[in-house]
């Protein structure tokens, strides 16, 4: 049947109603506690052991209210994932939410933020821990690595190989499977949280009341332009999100997985930066590289202290780049199986159950970008994609709210509308204040992706392959009926088309089964398989 364009642009996902994605080819693994450390470990790294040095010189001590502005706004927005998690539990974080509230068009302006955001989010944390690799060899070994293989060109090398070296091993984990990446990553997040305690614990010692006597040396407009800046140490509360198809009881876990991540990560940054702050003087972070480790040394006047933290440093932010290349493959997964990106990105290695070629495609783009680009250009380009993303989230909620008011949520935005309104507030208000270079960026880069959809996704949209076949019929906004039962059935025996609303057991009949309520709302089966 013809579709008008605008039936096109803004056609609507169904919403599952089963608990999950029941059609998804990964494997269910990951348990509330691992989710947690998820967020944990894909959020704290870079942002506080690096960005210090970079939001320091813009705020002053002001930066604590930087870190204070920029947790409030993720906060808001962790509040509507919380909500939309609960009750949109697939793959595919802010990207899915928006295909199944606003539609396909905005899906892909979303599908843009996020890969901007954990694409480029991957790279500066690589960056990042480079930095530190050089800080602990210094320490250990009395050596470091020419400046020619550890900085991007335009910082005077050549390449950064450190850099390059982590995304490969982080590779190498993913490839192996979810299970062996989820353990990894919740050893490593155990030990940075010591190291961030042990660093508060000494540099606390070390307190020099006279460090914030100019306290916001550059107004209020300094704190913001630092909130912008920091906001990029928040990029992985949403990384939580992306596990939809491989958590356990993603109704329940996903938002308290969220909100328990906030929590921890927001408590870690206040207390480092404040200990950062009254240890050493606001003149003294511009330029400092590995600052962290470089504050305790002068504290103690001994090289141990500042090598337990950058040990931990390169521990940590190993897992910050293990997590949000993860969140990168599976957003991909998720679009390729509703057609939106090509069909090599969903496919499952059947022994590891993970998108092997996925993970190597995306390691391979994300490794350029590490080493030859600059840490800071990276950070801003982070932020304003997930500032992006956070705010389409936090439309979602609303228009959910008014379209399915008796969605099942495991978890509901406390003081609606006020929330995801302020949410939506807020990160427009850090946007403002982020470079224009940075905006117009961005905005290249969303326009290359949909015209990438104008001319590619929407043409190969499952959703809109199952309308035009008369698969499944549109009865109102974002709502279905089956099509015909028996040419349904043939298509899921045969898995040429998938079937949204259906849960595909291999057998005709089983499809033809779950067709038999014709009425009833339908569940996305994801694509593809």
């Not at 959910?400 to 008011?405: A, F, I, T, V, Y």
Request: hydrophobic fraction near 50%; include cysteine; proline fraction near 5%.
């Amino acid at each position: 049947m013809a579709t008008s364009l605008r039936q096109q642009l803004f056609r609507v996902k169904p919403v599952p109603r089963d608990g999950g994605e029941g059609g998804s080819t990964l494997k269910r693994s990951i348990g509330l506690f691992q989710l947690t450390l998820i967020g944990v470990g894909g959020t704290i790294g870079t942002g506080i052991f690096f960005i210090l040095s970079e939001a320091v010189p813009i705020a002053g001590p002001a930066v604590i209210w930087s870190f204070v502005i920029a947790a409030a706004v993720a906060g808001l927005s962790a509040l509507c994932y919380a909500e939309l998690a609960s009750s949109v539990p697939v793959s595919g974080s802010s990207y899915s939410y928006a295909y199944s509230t606003l539609g396909e068009l905005p899906a892909m302006g979303v599908a843009a933020c996020l890969l901007l955001e954990y694409g480029v989010s991957t790279a500066a944390v690589a960056v990042g821990w480079s930095q530190y690799v050089n800080q602990l060899m210094g320490n250990l070994f009395g050596f470091r690595l020419p400046e020619a293989l550890s900085a991007a060109p335009e910082e005077g090398g050549i390449i950064n190989l450190p850099a390059v070296i982590l995304i490969a091993m982080c590779a190498f984990l993913l490839i192996r499977g979810t299970s062996h990446s989820v353990v990894a990553n919740t050893i490593m997040v155990l030990i940075k949280i010591a190291v961030l305690l042990f660093f508060v614990a000494v540099g606390i010692t070390g307190w020099n009341v006279n460090n914030f006597a100019d306290f916001a040396p550059f107004g209020f407009s300094g704190v913001m332009t630092g909130a912008g800046l920091i906001f990029f140490s928040f990029v992985g509360l949403d990384a939580v999100a992306t596990a939809g198809d491989e958590a356990k009881n993603p109704r329940r876990n996903l938002p308290i997985a969220l909100v328990a991540a906030l929590v921890v990560v927001t408590s870690m940054y206040v207390l480092v930066a404040v200990a950062a702050l009254g240890a050493q003087p606001t003149e003294d972070f511009e330029g400092q590289e590995a600052g962290l480790s470089q504050i305790l040394e002068n504290i103690i006047g001994a090289q141990w202290p500042g090598t337990l933290v950058a040990a931990g440093a390169v521990i940590s932010i190993f897992s910050v780049t293990l997590v949000v290349l993860y969140g990168q493959t599976r957003i991909l997964f998720a679009m390729s199986r509703d057609g939106m990106a090509p069909k090599i990105f969903q496919k499952v290695n059947p022994r590891t159950m993970t998108p092997v070629a996925n993970t190597i495609i995306v390691s391979v783009i994300v490794a350029i970008l590490a080493g030859v680009l600059p840490i800071n250009f990276l950070a801003e380009m982070t932020s304003i994609g997930t500032l992006a993303a956070f705010t389409v989230v936090s439309v979602a909620v609303i228009v959910l709210r008014r379209r399915e008011p008796d969605l099942e949520r495991k978890f509901k935005v406390p003081f609606y509308p006020v929330i995801p309104i302020l949410s939506i507030v807020g990160c427009l208000w850090i946007i403002k204040d982020l470079r224009p270079i940075t905006i117009f960026v961005f905005l290249g880069w969303t326009a290359v992706v949909l015209v990438w959809w104008w001319f590619t996704g929407r043409k190969n949209s499952v959703l809109g392959e199952q309308l035009k076949t008369g698969l499944i019929v549109l009865v109102g906004p974002g709502k279905y009926r089956e099509g015909d039962a028996e040419r349904a059935a043939a298509h899921i025996e045969t898995g040429s088309i998938p079937v949204a609303g259906v849960e595909t057991r291999g057998t005709a009949a089983a499809g033809a089964d779950d067709l038999g309520d014709e009425g009833s709302s339908t569940r996305d089966d994801g694509g593809a398989r």
